[in-house]
């Protein structure tokens, strides 16, 4: 079975620093996709970023960067030059490559402090 | 960029009641799915689906719910009877194809059973 874990409920970072965000998963797959959402008060699910399991190196999207540990099982998400928009619940998210369903973590809820 | 629309983007219902969700999958996607998040929760998977039929679906969908894809563009989610512990946001979601290497999320339903 799959599981993600996010340990961190809550967050907070001043406007403009950096803060990272933490994930774990378990999984015996070793083709996979990991995801990275953000869903602001609004709850709609926007997508950051994504990374394929069979890629060495880690993704980035504009601020937005990973650092992912196949080994460790590992998927953090780090913001650079927060910006007081990027305050919002962020969910951790694994699927397989021939699998049907998305599992996510509970959530990490971050603050940026003007 | 292409979106997956939901109506409504909330529903009131009394216990009991039939209710359906309507979503509009992004034009040439062929697998959907549906997944919820009761209030506070992680987002839990219901059931996806392919090719006109239930591809997997979650022990959250039981005999009270059912997806429908009527005329080639709309994917409904009904539910039957509904329950208090009902109430939550609903979203949509459709992929291209099997690789899941990016699923869009529509904007959610707001469903509120009193």
């Known amino acids: 079975a799959q599981t993600v874990t996010q340990s961190q409920p809550e967050m907070s970072v001043q406007e403009a620093e950096t803060v990272t965000l933490s994930c774990t998963y378990d999984?015996?797959?070793?083709?996979?996709?990991l995801f990275w959402y953000k869903q602001p008060p609004s709850r709609q699910m926007i997508l950051v970023i994504r990374q394929e399991a069979y890629k060495q190196q880690n993704a980035t999207e504009n601020r937005f960067s990973v650092n992912f540990q196949k080994a460790a099982k590992s998927f953090s998400l780090k913001i650079s030059d927060s910006q007081l928009g990027d305050t919002a619940m962020y969910f951790c998210?694994?699927?397989?490559?021939?699998?049907?369903?998305?599992?996510f973590g509970t959530g990490t809820s971050l603050t940026v402090i003007p | 960029e292409p979106e997956v629309t939901q109506t409504p983007s909330h529903q009131v219902t009394q216990m009991g009641q039939e209710v359906i969700l309507r979503c509009v999958p992004i034009?040439?996607?062929?697998?959907f799915y549906w997944y919820r998040q009761i209030l506070g929760q992680k987002v839990e998977f219901l059931v996806s689906f392919y090719n006109n039929e239930i591809s997997e679906k979650s022990e959250i969908f039981d005999d009270q719910f059912s997806v429908e894809r009527p005329d080639g563009s709309n994917f409904t989610l009904k539910i039957r009877s509904t329950k208090l512990e009902d109430s939550a946001m609903y979203f949509c979601a459709s992929s291209a194809d099997r690789s899941n290497e990016k699923l869009f999320f529509g904007s959610g339903t707001q469903l509120s059973v009193l």
């Open positions: 034009s040439n996607h062929l697998y």
């Open positions: 999984t015996s797959e070793n083709n996979y996709y």
């Open positions: 998210a694994f699927i397989s490559n021939t699998g049907n369903q998305f599992y």
